[in-house]
């Protein structure tokens, strides 16, 4: 064979891997778009404990074909609180179960030719692509379509090799010696290496059957590359939680160790677990499997039983061990001092957890819920300003009000970023509307920062100009914090996903109570200033107070409006 055959059949390899990596990346795209919200309901509801979580993190991982949008997923819900670390532990457990049915497609592959489904799968794909409402479905056969016909043209690549009955290559892996530590450990360590490169475990998984299948690798160093394989796809969640908090990257390290202590255990009974494997399959892994040519389509079926087998049982024996291993994650990453302190940082959003934009959602509105609760604690410094009476403690308290509505705005512009980070991808119909709503609740936050901001702006302009309120007045002040403060609760009630149909109506009732209080103060101001009873400076910095709780209040029903899809109603 010349060098120009191997350089043909190296790119033809090399490009049916990426075409295979594509090709799943489409299809795992298509089907979270079909789940839409229902995936994101179906891991926030469905781990109640350990064996719900596992069996949802199996569940879920063969929905969208993608262990790694599992376990992101799983990191971002951490990094969001809808998860607690021992709940995200069963999911990734029951992720690296579901990923086993992606050997068990590639080695269908390698046994069946699919040239026959693949074609026709392409077109009927392109159509429904250009029909509205299949268009998900079109995009997942297609992804499906393009997954099949890499494994054909990678399985045609391994036949030009094995025709061709490459003796050099051959020879190389002869010269290993299967029965020794070093090699196992040796070709698991360029298993870690390949997939933390690659960062696509199905394409090493390709890789290796179809080296195996041609006879090149002997199948003890070709389980040695997929327990490489099942560390090195870890990388994708860790690479997603660094910039994440605490228990998102707790998640992702123990979605590491989870792998490690399964390797470890695995590598301690290495040769006779998988001789055990082989026997049930029935294939001698101790003869070349080209002395095996009866048997040798079996390989593929080898790998796919070894890695289903790896990790049920380890996840039969690890699942018993949840709080022992959270334990240990939380020993070993501690909280950044960062998390502490009080400045602005965004909590649920990072930039790393990009990696699945139909789930991103989610840690928009956890981000979104987090911003209204600051804004609450904010108006609470306001309310509290008002009573004051000490210069020193005053300033100290108006700076720190300063401060907040420079977060404020600061918030809402990387939230506005990120969002539209999300929505320059492919989204499903009902989650760019939810992205549109987003927007609209982020700027109406906004100006209740702004709202509440302006009301300690004419507290300071009082303090500093010596004018002092009546009783009365600050009574009737204090009342109309009281609703306000109301309105932001329920608000934030509704906002956590508390959608039931008195909850809207309370903050409804509430806005009409604050305009009713606010047009009785307004007339009884009027009043008070004709009857001399205070002056008409301090009557326009009371009613300026009352005013900007007014537009706080509506501002609240803005974004209550925003978070139930309710359009915003012409003025």
């Given amino acids: 064979m010349t060098t120009s055959d191997y350089l043909t059949i190296f790119f033809k390899i090399i490009g049916s891997l990426a075409l295979l990596i594509y090709g799943m990346k489409i299809m795992s795209e298509a089907l979270q778009k079909m789940a839409g919200s229902q995936l994101r309901h179906i891991l926030g509801a469905m781990t109640t404990n350990r064996f719900t979580g596992m069996l949802t993190g199996t569940f879920i ?57 693949v074609f026709p799968s392409f077109l009927v794909g392109i159509v429904l692509i250009y029909t509205r409402k299949m268009r998900y479905v079109g995009d ?9 016909f890499s494994l054909v043209l990678l399985s045609d690549g391994g036949k030009d090799l094995q025709l061709e009955s490459n003796p050099a290559i051959i020879e190389f892996f002869k010269s290993f010696d299967v029965n020794s530590y070093t090699t196992i450990l040796s070709f698991l360590a360029i298993g870690t290496v390949i997939t933390c490169l690659v960062q696509s475990s199905a394409a090493v998984m390709a890789i290796t059957i ?58 301690c009974l ?58 240990l ?34 840690e928009a509105s956890k981000e979104i819920h987090s911003f209204a609760e600051r804004l609450q604690r904010m108006f609470g410094m306001v309310r509290e300003l008002l009573g004051i009476e000490d210069d020193a403690e005053f300033s100290r308290l108006y700076a720190r009000i300063e401060k907040y509505e420079v977060i404020s705005d ?25 992205v549109r709503s987003m927007l609209r609740e982020i700027s109406e936050l906004e100006s209740i920062g702004d709202a509440c901001y302006n009301i300690a702006r004419t507290e300071n ?10 009783e009365e007045q600050y009574n009737r002040i204090f009342q109309m914090f009281e609703l306000t403060d109301e309105a932001l609760t ?55 107070i009352i005013q900007e709780c007014e537009k706080l209040g509506d501002y609240v029903v803005n974004v209550v409006e925003a978070r139930m899809g309710i359009r915003q109603q012409e003025a």
């Fill in 61 to 117: 991982t063969c929905a969208v074909q993608s262990s790694s949008a599992t376990t992101v997923m799983t990191v971002s819900f951490v990094n969001a609180g809808l998860l607690t670390l021992a709940q995200a532990i069963s999911v990734i457990m029951g992720a690296n179960i579901g990923t086993t049915l992606t050997a068990w497609i590639m080695s269908l592959g390698y046994a069946v030719d699919l040239t026959s489904f």
């Fill in 490 to 544: 329920q608000m934030n009630r509704i906002l956590v996903g508390h959608k039931h149909e008195n909850d809207i109506h309370h903050s409804f009732n509430i806005e009409n109570e604050i305009n009713n209080y606010r047009d009785q103060l307004s007339s009884q101001n009027i009043n008070d200033v004709n009857n001399h009873k205070y002056t008409y400076a301090i009557g326009t910095m009371y009613m300026d």
């Fill in 210 to 267: 179809l080296m195996c299948s041609t006879g090149v690798l002997p199948i003890y160093l070709g389980i040695a590359l997929v327990m490489g394989e099942n560390i090195g796809t870890t990388i994708t969640a860790n690479l997603a939680a660094l910039g994440a908090n605490t228990q998102a990257r707790r998640a992702a390290l123990a979605h590491l160790m989870f792998n490690i202590i399964g390797v470890v255990w695995v590598l």
């Fill in 461 to 470: 302009r009082r303090v500093k100009g010596k004018e002092k309120f009546s």
């Fill in 140 to 148: 997942f056969l297609f992804g499906l379509s393009f997954m099949f």
């Fill in 410 to 434: 600061n918030m809402e512009i990387e939230i506005a970023k990120y969002l539209d980070e999300i929505s320059n991808a492919h989204l499903s119909d009902e989650t760019k509307e939810k």
């Fill in 329 to 362: 994650v939380c020993m070993l990453v501690k909280p950044r001092k960062s998390e502490t302190e009080e400045d602005f940082r965004l909590r649920f959003i990072q930039a790393g957890i990009m990696k699945t934009p139909e789930l991103s959602v989610l």
């Fill in 270 to 327: 290495f040769y006779p677990f998988v001789n055990m494997v082989c026997g049930i399959v029935g294939f001698n892994p101790d003869i070349h499997a080209l002395e095996q040519q009866d048997v040798v389509h079996l390989l593929p079926v080898v790998l796919a039983a070894f890695h289903t087998c790896f990790n049920v049982i380890n996840t039969t024996l690890l699942i018993w061990f949840i709080p022992q291993l959270e334990r």
